[in-house]
């Protein structure tokens, strides 16, 4: 292993604060890029570098995220800029992968973390000569652009499962095949919202369960990475436990957000579930649960729960009532089956480009690890 000399982040690049006198207000719809704590996300008629730089977001969600720029473009507040310094020479990729670890930064503040420009200055650094840094740019920079192709490629994987479903059902907010409307959620389904949390149990037997909570249902996926546990009597656990099939529902929350839910598929053995989630269990065989999924996340649903919720400083929110009133669209069963084994087609695609992707990313790590040791 060889070991790098060692140099403050300060004293090979410029190291400042981003342009607090510009705020998303100012962005125009042409120019160019401007950057603030979540990335490149809007357009300024004028711009404040026209360099090569390294934005790190300081503060909130994303705060030690680095976006790289070159040309012309402007950071604006809650980010730190990293800009060529006039008398040492960097190659900027390297800069960006060695900096683009969100570990690697200094954080303060508890409720919102943020990053000190003082911190940025005087971190300290691996700082090899410069062929080498060019050489480990380019390692980098050519396996990172496997994983953006890998990207691509489930983002292309995405919009054909959404054309398959506009190309055999057309719009469902407008119908123009014609399929039948007569039909609501609450005829074909059985609908509850779950387990209250905090309620009084008054001595009752219970046992200790995983349960869902809104956090763990998005929009076609769940997010089992964090699941809690509450205690509930057995006669709760009968009437809240999950099934393969059982369509989930948040009951509210940002207005973008209504509609929101996705199918359960055994991925626990026993899981019941919170009161803000709504359980949809089909009672009819005219609906299959997928097309059901897809039919209520589409521009239909969204625009009937936006429509029906009830909307309080920024939250709204869908009660029983309104969500048994979904108006269904019923094509044939024949034809959502098809649909599904469809969509099972691509998942198959979808799986195997995931695992790659994984690999990749673990690949990755390995490569800025080793690099930054001297070990490439």
């Known amino acids: 292993m060889r070991k790098f000399p060692t140099a403050h982040l300060a004293e090979v690049a410029s190291v400042n604060w981003g342009d607090t006198s510009v705020t998303k207000a100012s962005y125009a719809g042409t120019g160019y890029p401007a950057y603030s704590a979540t990335g490149c996300d809007g357009l300024l008629s004028g711009f404040q570098h026209d ?3 390294i934005i790190l977001s300081a503060i909130g969600a994303k705060c030690g995220k680095c ?3 070159n040309g012309k473009w402007t950071a604006i507040k809650n980010t730190i800029t990293i800009t060529p310094h006039e008398s040492i020479q960097a190659n900027f990729r390297f800069l960006f992968h060695l900096l683009n670890r969100e570990e690697l930064w200094p954080r303060r503040g508890v409720g919102q973390p943020f990053i000190g420009l003082a911190d940025a200055r005087k971190l300290g650094l691996p700082f090899p000569a410069l062929p080498q840094q060019r050489r480990i740019a380019a390692i980098l920079d050519k396996a990172d652009d496997l994983r953006t192709k890998r990207r691509a490629a489930l983002a ?10 506009l190309e055999m059902f057309g719009d469902p907010a407008t119908n123009p095949k014609g399929w039948s409307e007569e039909v609501s959620l609450g005829d074909v389904s059985d609908i509850v919202s779950g387990v209250t949390k905090g309620r009084q149990l008054n001595g009752k037997v219970t046992r200790n369960v995983p349960y869902l909570a809104v956090i763990n249902v998005q929009d076609r996926s769940l997010n089992l990475a964090m699941v809690k546990t509450i ?10 436990r999950l099934q393969k099939g059982d369509l989930l529902l948040t009951e509210g929350g940002d207005p973008d957000k209504l509609g929101r839910g996705t199918l359960w598929g055994d991925e626990l053995p026993v899981c019941i579930h919170q009161n803000h989630v709504f359980r949809v269990r089909l009672t009819s065989s005219v609906v299959e649960p997928l097309f059901l999924e897809w039919l209520i996340g589409s521009a239909r649903g969204k625009r009937y729960f936006l429509r029906s919720a009830k909307q309080t ?3 709204a929110t869908i009660n029983m009532t309104q969500l048994r009133g979904f108006p269904l669209l019923l094509p044939p069963v024949k034809l959502q089956r098809e649909f599904a084994r469809r969509l099972a087609a691509v998942e198959c695609v979808k799986s195997a480009q995931r695992k790659s992707l994984a690999n990749l990313n673990a690949a990755f790590s390995s490569l800025q690890h080793r690099a930054f040791r001297g070990e490439l």
């Open 51 to 53: 360099s090569e730089g």
């Open 67 to 69: 976006f790289y720029a």
């Open 156 to 165: 292309q994987l995405d919009s054909l499962t959404q054309s398959i479903f």
């Open 231 to 240: 205690e509930a009597t057995e006669e709760e656990i009968e009437r809240y």
């Open 313 to 315: 400083t920024g939250i």
